[in-house]
């Protein structure tokens, strides 16, 4: 007899996260299972001119607390697991196909390369440049993030006007209900910290150097557009959505200028999670080291579903339903050292 409960609809997101998610030892578990995932470490590594493989698996908390090469080295690590995937879906006869890509901050680099917006060595060269804009622009006013949670959002800024009429901190990012992260330089930082806790937050100094998404860096940021202008972008082949604004980015010239916008623009992924799930998105799949943005987006939605791609009992049913490999031409993982300079 036939089951007469309906098949659910699954589709699903392809998340990365930015800076912040590093560990100690973050790239170990997909060089382990993956050949592709070493492959490119190794690329990384050619590309950079720096022991990727050796920072990802072995270096210090300290060795990834530099933002020029934390952005670089959480890039490799996505799109490790981006090809560990590819991989896992090619075993079976599957190619992998996202409704939607999306990434938390710089996270963006990595989503866009994934739905083919950029390729990946163009990406990597982009995040290491984004960190040495950001590394020279802090050096001059050295600054930092705080994660603030157990506030609202219009809390956040209310405090950060008082301590700092002049903008010299602010709202960097809009995470979940009660997770807000602030971003400024660090005598402005320090006294948002302070005021927060007195309204009862409980304040989370987070692992970067660098103020991120702060207005005062328009400078930093008209340097980082000259530099994204001279890069070869694609139309994504699935839209990529704003963790500015939400919006669904369908081409080229949408990428490239939210790339640009974001390093001064402030995050609101909480936003652009909703409006995946407004989109029909069922299931989400984090590609990265940890699980940050998966424990993000359960405070948003608690039903929305999270996978794991080391537990194959979470993913098997939709790689299964993807499209099949074409026998003429195989599924490959993605290319690595193709670029446009």
Not at 87 to 114: D, I, K, N, T, W
Not at 219 to 225: K, T
């Amino acid at each position: 007899m036939a089951d007469p409960t309906p098949r659910r609809e699954r589709s699903l997101a392809l998340i990365f996260p930015g800076q912040g998610s590093q560990h100690s030892g973050m790239g170990r578990a997909v060089a382990e299972r993956s050949p592709g995932a070493r492959e490119v470490f190794a690329q990384a590594g050619e590309i950079l001119k720096l022991d990727v493989a050796r920072l990802v698996m072995e270096g210090s908390e300290k060795d990834l607390a530099r933002t020029t090469t934390t952005q670089p080295a959480i890039l490799a690590v996505s799109w490790a697991y981006y090809t560990y995937l590819r991989e896992l879906a090619a075993e079976r006869g599957r190619r992998v196909r996202p409704s939607l890509v999306s990434g938390h901050s710089f996270g963006q680099f990595s989503a866009s390369a994934a739905a083919d917006a950029l390729s990946f060595a163009d990406a990597l060269k982009l995040v290491k440049e984004r960190g040495r804009i950001m590394a020279k622009w802090s050096k001059r006013r050295p600054g930092g993030m705080a994660s603030v949670i157990g506030v609202t959002d219009d809390d956040v800024r209310d405090v950060c006007t008082q301590v700092s009429p002049d903008g010299d901190v602010g709202v960097a990012a809009i995470n979940a209900p009660g997770q807000t992260v602030i971003s400024g330089t660090l005598a402005a930082l320090a006294r948002a910290v302070e005021s927060v806790r007195e309204r009862g937050a409980r304040v989370v100094q987070l692992p970067i150097s660098v103020p991120g998404h702060f207005p005062k860096m328009s400078e930093a940021r008209e340097e980082m557009r000259k530099f994204i202008d001279g890069i070869e972008f694609r139309d994504p082949k699935q839209p990529v959505v704003s963790s500015l604004t939400g919006r669904l980015l369908t081409t080229a010239e949408d990428v490239r200028q939210e790339l640009t916008d974001q390093m001064t623009g402030a995050i609101n992924w909480m936003r652009a999670f909703l409006e995946m799930r407004k989109a029909g998105v069922s299931s989400f799949l984090e590609l990265g080291p940890g699980h940050v943005l998966a424990n993000i987006c359960k405070r948003v939605d608690r039903d929305a579903e999270m996978i794991d791609i080391f537990d194959e009992s979470q993913w098997r049913e939709l790689i299964l339903s993807g499209p099949a490999v074409d026998a003429a031409a195989p599924e490959t993982t993605p290319p690595v050292v193709t670029s446009s300079s």
